[in-house]
């Protein structure tokens, strides 16, 4: 997937002007948010989970080359190959090779984002071979020649009638509005993909040190026939993506699917420890784990390593303000919303992604979602702070910023000031309790945001009591 996360702005733009886009991504990103904090009200003692988790995933990090190293001899003694990646090259041309080894004409993928991020399909395809996506939200914007919008549900910003015409150019399936109508279309169409398949290639939730097992989180069949079904497995995974023990993973499961998708429990956890063994029924005769370092270990040695706690879950877009109003594609690469804010601009370079820190409020909603209390604002804000950002800024922020600094540190001028801005912002006040403009130059910060005008009453007067 090739970056375009210089492109913030204008894109967000043009996705502020796409009323039904606007309205399809608030729905899709609400839906859930209100379920994941309906799952966290049944969920006793859902801190001390959270706590567990982010303890483990700490400790992964504290001894990460300890235990990729223990994965890949439990791997290895089960008859599995491991190969490393420095960065995207080496990960596509490596798992390029290992396709052409077994002649592989067809590969059928399940969900990964490292992939996304390494441009995998596109470097096969150019090897001369069909790849075909078979998670049914990636199948989909595969067929419509788009990227993902949202790390758990990619085709969220696109309506039924969307699907059904596509369905009906690319499949040949009459125009329905029937949503399990189209599901047989795409399960018939797979299922052919899948018994035909010379490689299956996945991506890996975690991985666990202690035995060698890659865990796969989905809500669909695919990834267990992209698994077994062919006679080779490649799995493709970031080399933060391990835990230490059985139990360290035990409470990461039990919070994905709570945040993510908001059921209790997803439909399908499979663990893989290896290739077909002797006697057993099923399974692929070869699996081949890829590791993928690509900037991974520089974060890693940075300031901002808590990001590699990330489990991908996409709790923190669905909760973003921003991420609710201009949707995935406008991020500009892989990973949309506040961990895309911050990560984006990690594994890309400031220079790639200069708008991306800015696309937050700092409200902290997205820290407060994060099922391993990743504080994503306190990156976000240490980001803006680095050389580039702060020339990005210039001296109108500057100055800006410095009469913000005064105005808080001096109760009587906010007041004032407070007082002076209800008054002169009175003709923009709109029925609807919001701003409907402002003069000059200030016009321009209201044209992409929403503001609310000053309240008849401040809170330190409502607190004072009634008005006599």
Not at 324 to 329: E, K, P, Q
Not at 426 to 444: K, N, Y
Not at 462 to 467: A, D, I, V
Request: proline fraction near 7%; hydrophobic fraction near 40%; charge should be positive.
């Amino acid at each position: 997937m090739k970056p375009v996360a210089k492109d913030f702005i204008p894109a967000s733009r043009i996705a502020l002007a796409d009323d039904h886009l606007r309205k399809a991504i608030f729905a899709g990103a609400m839906r859930p948010y209100l379920q994941a904090a309906e799952r966290w009200a049944e969920t006793s003692g859902r801190e001390r989970l959270r706590t567990q988790a982010r303890e483990a995933r700490v400790r992964a990090l504290r001894k990460l080359p300890e235990l990729l190293e223990r994965l890949e001899k439990n791997l290895l003694s089960r008859g599995a190959k491991v190969l490393w990646a420095a960065d995207a090259e080496e990960a596509n041309r490596l798992i390029a090779q290992e396709c052409v080894a077994r002649d592989a004409r067809l590969v059928v993928k399940g969900k990964s984002m490292v992939t996304e991020e390494t441009g995998l399909n596109q470097h096969l395809e150019r090897a001369g071979m069909e790849v075909v996506e078979s998670d049914l939200g990636e199948f989909i914007i595969q067929l419509a020649g788009e990227t993902p919008s949202h790390i758990i549900a990619p085709v969220l910003h696109k309506s039924k009638d969307a699907i059904a015409k596509l369905f009906s150019e690319r499949l040949g399936l009459p125009l329905t509005d029937d949503p399990a109508e189209m599901m047989r279309a795409a399960r018939s169409y797979l299922r052919e993909k899948f018994l035909r398949a010379d490689v299956g290639i996945s991506g890996v939730n975690l991985a666990v040190a202690e035995t060698g097992g890659l865990v796969l989180v989905t809500n669909e069949g695919n990834g267990r026939m992209v698994t077994t079904l062919p006679r080779t497995h490649i799995a493709v995974m970031g080399l933060e993506r391990v835990v230490e023990s059985w139990k360290d993973l035990a409470s990461i499961v039990q919070l994905l699917p709570r945040v993510a998708t908001g059921q209790s429990v997803s439909t399908y956890v499979s663990i893989i420890h290896g290739p077909r063994q002797q006697g057993e029924p099923d399974g692929p005769e070869e699996l081949v784990l890829v590791i993928v370092d690509n900037g991974r270990s520089a974060i890693l040695n940075s300031d901002y390593a808590e990001s590699l706690l990330c489990i991908r879950c996409g709790a923190c877009l669905n909760a973003c303000p921003v991420y609710r109003r201009v949707g995935g594609h406008a991020y500009g690469w892989v990973y949309p919303g506040p961990i895309g804010s911050v990560i984006s601009p990690l594994l890309l370079g400031l220079a790639e992604a200069p708008d991306l820190p800015m696309a937050s409020s700092l409200c902290g909603a997205c820290r407060d979602a994060c099922p391993v209390k990743i504080d994503l604002p306190e990156m976000l804000v240490r980001l803006r702070a680095e050389p580039p950002m702060r020339r990005k800024g210039g001296r109108m922020m500057s100055l800006g910023m410095k009469m913000w600094r005064y105005v808080m540190l001096h109760p009587s001028v906010y007041r004032w000031g407070l007082a002076a801005t209800r008054f002169l912002t009175r003709p923009w006040h709109g029925e609807d309790g919001s701003l409907r403009g402002l003069p000059g130059p200030a016009s321009a910060w209201l044209e992409s945001r929403d503001l609310p005008a000053p309240a008849p009453r401040s809170f330190r007067a409502l607190y004072r009591g009634p008005e006599r």
